[in-house]
């Protein structure tokens, strides 16, 4: 049967490449189909359920031929969680399209013609790798085809992830292959419990429920951390599932809850309650001990970020003389993980609370040479606080996936250190800021490190030495 454009269902679509996103891509009659659940060398049968003037978007309903990078999927969740895109490609090929992706943007991007590409760093671990993960609880569960076909209901107490696009149904994790299987014991043991005592889940849409969120972080050293976020502060209630979740989970090191009576979901301005233990967790990396509160940020691949500092340490080549900053410096783990080979780091963020942790973790590991600042980058990073604090030799940078302003790029390079290292999670808006530097700086290395297998997400090192030999 001969594909047209207008059919819904089209057959034998040839997948030869695959998209930002995850997406296999193909091509029918000079259009390009974006296809959910293919991989690059599957041929297949697709329905489109999107259409628009240059391109289609599908899934596949059939696949004709494998694809020899295909593989079975771990995940009984796979395809409707949207987590973990390429659970059903091979690992060797996420690392082949992960590289090309970071080849790709500083060509397209940051304007680099022929980028010099160190290979990328596999992560050890392809599953259970991640030390934090956020599960919502709701009163409405989100159903699959088939689940509606047989008219299953949907209003049902339910703990698990948004589905991708819709804010007001929650997929019902039974089993997620991220986090440690203790994860999904509590969590599952959390919702028994709840539905047990007749605990209300959250309803979006209506702002009512009593049981919100919770958020699970752990540490290599075996430390548990799990915050339960309440809407309402019914303090029976709460010493009922805290109190059970205590006796029943001696392995949790720090229990801690919030109480969140908001429209939204943010925790950064609300008080964290200690229930039982410590009100932070602690993770070692290389002998350093890294206190980890509430709402602090930490690299999710804990045995994956100290390759990823490794790197970072090397390419900013400190000889012991240095002036470094570090910028949206978290906890203050890298200003830590270099202080030892610099003559001095300043780091930089506008969490208050991270910045706390960050001065507590260099006074646990007796770590004199370095200095933390609270307070937004653009109005923080100023010629004030240069003439106070001293001009950089090095500087290191890892914002968040939004990048940084155009502002605080040209304030880098208006101080001219002789190195900046950027490390960041999105490398499209990492090439985005390099475009601005490359007048004065030239691209040195580049380190793509898997921090996020089963994911399309790559992390990216890059090192910019000064053009200007003086400056």
């Known amino acids: 049967m001969e594909n047209t454009i207008n059919q819904f269902l089209l057959e034998k679509v040839s997948i030869t490449d695959t998209a930002e996103n995850g997406n296999g891509v193909g091509r029918v009659d000079n259009l390009v189909v974006f296809v959910e659940g293919a991989v690059p060398g599957d041929v297949v049968d697709v329905h489109v359920y999107k259409k628009k003037k240059k391109y289609r978007e599908a899934k596949v309903v059939r696949i004709i031929e494998a694809s020899a ?18 659970q059903h490609m091979s690992y060797a090929k996420q690392l082949f399209f992960k590289q090309r992706q970071v080849e790709e943007v500083l060509k397209r991007i940051g304007n680099i013609e022929n980028p010099v590409i160190s290979p990328i760093l596999a992560s050890s671990s392809q599953y259970f790798y991640r030390n934090k ?28 992830f948004h589905v991708p696009g819709r804010f007001d149904k929650i ?11 203790l994860s999904n014991t509590i969590r599952n043991e959390i919702k028994r419990f709840s539905i047990e005592n007749k605990f209300q889940f959250f309803d979006v849409v209506e702002q009512e429920g009593f049981l919100r969120d919770i958020i699970f972080r752990s540490t290599s050293t075996g430390e548990w951390m799990l915050i339960v976020i309440f809407k309402d502060d019914d303090r029976e209630k709460i010493n009922l599932l805290l109190n059970h979740l205590k006796i029943s989970f001696p392995e949790i090191t720090s229990l801690l809850y919030i109480i969140n009576p908001k429209r939204n979901a943010t925790i950064f301005d609300l008080p964290v309650n200690v229930f039982h233990g410590r009100d932070h967790i602690f993770e070692e990396m290389e002998g350093l001990k890294f206190k980890i509160s509430a709402k602090s940020f930490y690299q999710t691949n804990s045995r994956q970020a100290f390759e990823l500092y490794k790197i970072a340490r090397s390419f900013a080549a400190l000889s012991g003389k240095e002036l470094v900053y570090d910028l949206y410096t978290g906890t203050g783990t890298i200003a830590n993980f270099v202080a030892r080979k610099a003559k001095k780091v300043i780091g930089i963020d506008n969490v208050s609370d991270a910045i706390e942790d960050a001065k507590e973790n260099s006074r646990t590991n007796s770590i004199m040479n370095t200095e933390f600042f609270s307070g937004d980058l653009n109005k923080t990073l100023t010629d004030e606080f240069i003439l106070s604090h001293g001009k950089p030799d090095v500087i290191i940078t890892d914002p968040p996936r939004s990048g940084m302003h155009p ?17 960041s999670c999105n490398p499209s808006t990492q090439a985005r800021d390099i475009a601005l530097l490359n007048e004065k700086y030239e691209v040195s290395n580049i380190q793509p490190v898997d921090m996020f297998p089963q994911t399309t997400h790559v992390e990216n090192v890059i090192l910019l030495n000064c053009r200007d030999e003086n400056g």
């Open 69 to 86: 990078d295909r593989i079975e999927p771990v995940c009984q969740h796979f395809g409707t969680c949207g987590g973990c895109r390429w």
């Open 133 to 160: 993960l956020d599960f919502s609880c709701s009163n409405k569960r989100w159903l699959t085809r088939e689940e509606l076909d047989a008219g299953i209901p949907m209003k049902e107490d339910v703990i698990g």
């Open 171 to 181: 997929l019902n994790i039974e089993r997620c292959h991220l986090q440690d299987e």
């Open 407 to 423: 502002e605080a790029v040209m304030k880098m390079a208006e101080y001219s250190p002789s190195r900046i290292v950027y490390i």
